[in-house]
């Protein structure tokens, strides 16, 4: 009789094994303090700690899908992955493509340069000053917000485009651009606060505006998939309010990096 139930119940447990639901999710992993590996080769970041505490929330397993940001939503939609955990920006022009849960962190921009080239790319009041641009070589990852926003402002800057954010600061340390506009919290985490950026500084207003930079950052999936939406809203809307989200962040900051409404 015992060998009878303990067999039935092994079965049943193999069963449910088999059937729990797997979401490969895809992001940079090169990305730090977001998503990267450490040096053990284990993923690791902000993104990563939410990742799994939704999968957590959901029940559901995890594989993750290392991608070059450039090609980040073309994999989504040929199915390489189920969902993008990524630092990604909710913008109307990436909703034309996918759908996004609910902001799991905020999204802003700002330029980062050298102390002693003292640019002057806004003027005092935090407008543009399109003149302190000239002759100015501004680095820029491709296929970002950053790009997407100086594209339109700044419409004749002198831009070098970057496939990797290591990269981008490799060559501003070597002098070959003379700013770059990136995440100023990864910006103040990875390089303004260590020796390296000794000699470098915040240039003008962290920017902000919502048709470029969205509402803030969230998983991306394909579109129709309204059911796991829910669930994963559900889930990151409980994370914001028993202050998972704010303990993922300040693992990294100092500060917490979620939207507060």
């Known amino acids: 009789m015992n060998v009878v139930v303990s067999s039935i119940v092994l079965s049943f447990m193999m069963a449910s094994l088999a059937s729990a639901e797997t979401l490969r999710v895809g992001m940079e ?19 990563v700690d939410v990742a799994k505490e939704v999968a957590v929330r959901i029940g559901a397993e995890l594989t993750f899908v290392c991608q070059k940001w450039d090609g980040m939503i073309p994999a ?44 002057k790319l ?5 407008s543009l000053n399109l003149k302190g641009f000239n002759g100015v ?24 485009f970057y496939d990797s954010n290591e990269a ?22 990875r390089f303004l606060s260590k020796p390296d950026g000794a000699g470098y500084e ?10 470029y930079f969205g509402i803030g950052v ?21 994370m914001t309010k028993d202050g998972s989200l704010e303990r993922f962040a300040k693992k990294i900051f100092p500060f917490t990096i979620h939207p507060l409404d």
């Not at 955990?85 to 802003?108: C, E, L, W």
């Not at 240039?203 to 048709?211: F, H, I, K, N, R």
């Open 218 to 238: 969230g998983i991306g999936m394909r579109k129709g998939n309204d059911a796991l939406m829910a669930r994963l809203d559900k889930a990151l809307k409980s």
């Open 76 to 119: 989504l939609l040929a199915n390489k992955f189920d969902i993008v955990v990524a630092s990604m920006s909710i913008t109307n022009k990436r909703k034309k493509k996918i759908d996004f849960s609910y902001p799991y962190r905020v999204s802003i921009g700002q330029f980062i340069g050298p102390k002693s080239k003292n640019l």
């Open 137 to 160: 070589r501004i680095g820029i990852e491709r296929a970002t917000t950053y790009s997407n926003w100086i594209e339109a402002k700044v419409p004749d800057a002198d831009i070098a």
């Open 168 to 189: 981008m600061y490799l060559d501003l340390k070597a002098g070959r651009v003379d700013a770059i506009m990136t995440n100023p919290m990864k910006a103040f985490l």
């Open 202 to 211: 915040v240039v003008g207003p962290q920017l902000a505006e919502e048709e």
């Open 29 to 47: 992993c090169t990305y730090h303090p977001f998503n990267y590996r450490d040096s053990s080769g284990k993923l690791q970041g902000y993104d």
């Open 122 to 126: 806004f003027n005092a009041d935090g």
